[in-house]
């Protein structure tokens, strides 16, 4: 990563994802009264001050406790530990110190890194006693409430004045990913055989990602940003409160995406749910390609790959200009081409074909097949240009637009897709009228 990594550390539901909110000025983490509702580490880019760094919270570290999700939380902090160049120590100031806050501040010591003391929840410094933390030997602990951002200021102030001043800023050209499809697909997996680590809690329970995480990562000299999210379900399933806010940041992903990967079981095929996140994602203009995980467990001959697709496009027709892969995020097989194929894929994002070409390939359209007459007026189409590159979007002009026939427009879109691909994106067409 370019810039600093700033971690926040400590227990369950002293309001560290309330801080992170804070400090990125959204609601980017589920912030809920579940104790361990955070268990991966989110990332985000923040700035203050003309400084910018990556924030990130983690899940609420809990000692002497077995469960092996707590277990893998606490993985998940050691490696963010590793990673930061600063650590934010955020203690409760209601509650004081607590006999497990020794653990954590043994951890912060060990790493050598440097770390800020965080008196949370202080709506009132005269009122609020957080003057024992001082026996931490971290320095001058702040006090804030990240609940109504009080402080915050001092905060980000002494932050920014502790940064590293090695790192350069990011490279504007990042081209975010979101990885999007159903639960227990292998989506975590995935992401963590692309980036060579375990980046991602992977756990065999469904719903083990609940918040949108963002993994920079650099491929032939491209910034690459993937957002691992959590599983789209039927609405009509999402009955827990968090659940329901991971299902919305899902859908805001894919909204802040440029490319989506769709992953799919192989091993149990196309769901309606499926066609429902890549209708979502092609909808909202996003360029989209479909990763079929899990491809070493299916029976398969030379002929089972294309016979997939085939069946893909039958369903919806748009998954036929989508590029499909096959791969398995257990074995790594073909994981590397998703990197080739997104970089493909984000070449045709910014193609602009010329209006001359544009001209040309719609009177060879119209001459190979005249639009059909609608009550009695004669549908002439007069002129076309491309308006928009992402996604690609060719307008026509023409004398009837609203009387053009559904059909012969899906003939134009698929000669258009025929002359230029825009392989992966969807492809708009717009039909407007000729100005007198």
Same mark, same amino acid.
């Given at each position: 990563m ?8 400590g227990?369950?539901?002293v309001?560290k994802? /309330?801080l992170?909110?804070?400090?990125i000025g959204?609601?980017?983490a589920?912030?809920?009264d ?6 991966? !580490? ?10 910018s760094?990556w ?7 809990r000692?002497g ?6 277990a %893998?939380?606490?993985?998940q ?5 590793a990673?930061a160049d600063?650590l934010l120590l955020?203690?409760d100031?209601?509650v004081?110190?607590?006999?497990s806050d020794?653990h954590?501040?043994? =951890? =912060?010591?060990?790493s050598g *890194?440097p770390?800020?003391?965080v008196?949370?929840?202080v709506?009132?410094?005269r009122?609020?006693d957080f003057?024992?933390?001082?026996n931490?030997g971290?320095?001058d602990?702040i006090?804030?409430?990240?609940q109504?951002g009080k402080? /915050?200021?001092?905060?980000?102030? %002494?932050?920014? !004045? ?8 990011e490279?504007a050209s990042?081209?975010?990913?979101a ?8 989506k ?5 055989r692309l980036?060579g680590e375990e ?5 065999a ?5 609940r918040?949108?995480?963002?993994s920079?990562?650099t491929?032939?000299s491209r910034p690459l940003?993937?957002?691992d999210?959590a599983?789209l379900?039927r609405?009509?399933?999402v009955?827990?409160?968090?659940e329901?806010?991971?299902?919305? !940041? /899902?859908?805001?992903?894919i909204?802040?995406a440029d490319?989506c990967?769709?992953?799919i079981d192989a091993?149990?095929?196309?769901h309606?749910?499926d066609?429902?996140?890549a209708?979502l ?13 899990k491809?070493?467990?299916k029976e *398969? ?7 997939f ?5 039958? *369903? ?7 590029p ?8 790594g097989?073909?994981?590397?081409k998703?990197?080739?194929?997104v970089?493909?894929v984000?070449a045709q994002?910014h193609?602009?074909i010329s209006?001359?070409e544009v001209n ?8 190979r097949?005249q639009?059909p007459q609608?009550a009695?007026n004669?549908i002439?189409l007069?002129?076309?240009?491309q ?11 023409c004398?009837h ?7 012969y427009?899906r003939?134009l879109?698929?000669g ?7 392989r992966?994106?969807? =492809?708009?067409?717009? =039909?407007?009228? *000729?100005s007198?």
């Open positions: 370019s810039r600093p990594v700033v971690a926040i550390i227990r369950p539901n309001g994802s /309330s992170f909110n804070r400090i959204d609601d980017s589920i912030v809920s579940e104790a361990g509702t955070t268990r991966d !580490r989110h990332f985000a880019a923040a700035e203050w001050n003309g400084r760094f924030l990130v919270d983690t899940g609420g570290l000692e406790n077995d469960i092996p999700m707590d %893998e939380i606490r993985r902090v050691s490696v963010a530990i990673e600063l955020v203690m100031a209601k004081g110190l607590h006999p020794a954590i501040v043994a =951890l =912060l010591r060990e *890194k770390w800020i003391v008196a949370n929840k709506d009132d410094p009122s609020t003057y024992e933390f001082y931490l971290a320095g602990p006090p804030v409430s990240a109504n402080n /915050s200021g001092d905060l980000l102030d %002494e932050l920014v !004045r502790r940064l590293p001043d090695t790192h350069a800023g490279d990042s081209l975010r990913i990885v999007v499809g159903r639960p227990n697909v292998g975590s997996s995935l992401i963590n980036l980046r991602h809690v992977v756990a329970d469904a719903g083990t990602t918040d949108a995480i963002d920079p990562y491929y032939h940003i993937f957002v999210t599983g379900r609405q009509s399933r009955d827990d409160g968090v329901f806010y991971s299902s919305l !940041r /899902s859908r805001r992903a909204d802040r490319i990967l769709l992953v091993t149990l095929g196309l309606n749910q066609l429902k996140i209708a994602a092609w909808e909202a203009g996003r360029a989209l390609i479909v990763v079929v995980n491809w070493d467990a *398969k001959d030379d002929k089972t790959a294309p016979h697709e085939k069946e893909c496009g039958d *369903k919806a027709p748009f998954l036929r200009f989508v499909f892969v096959f791969t398995s995020a257990l074995t097989m073909r994981v590397t998703i990197l080739e194929i970089l493909e984000d994002r193609r602009h209006t001359s040309d390939a719609l009177r060879a359209l119209v001459a097949l639009p609608a009695g004669e002439k007069t002129y076309a240009t308006v928009d590159a992402i996604p690609p979007s060719i307008a026509i002009f004398n637009p609203d009387l053009v026939a559904e059909h427009v003939y879109h698929n258009f897709r025929e002359q230029w691909g825009f992966g994106n969807p =492809l708009r067409i717009l =039909l407007r009228r *000729k007198a």
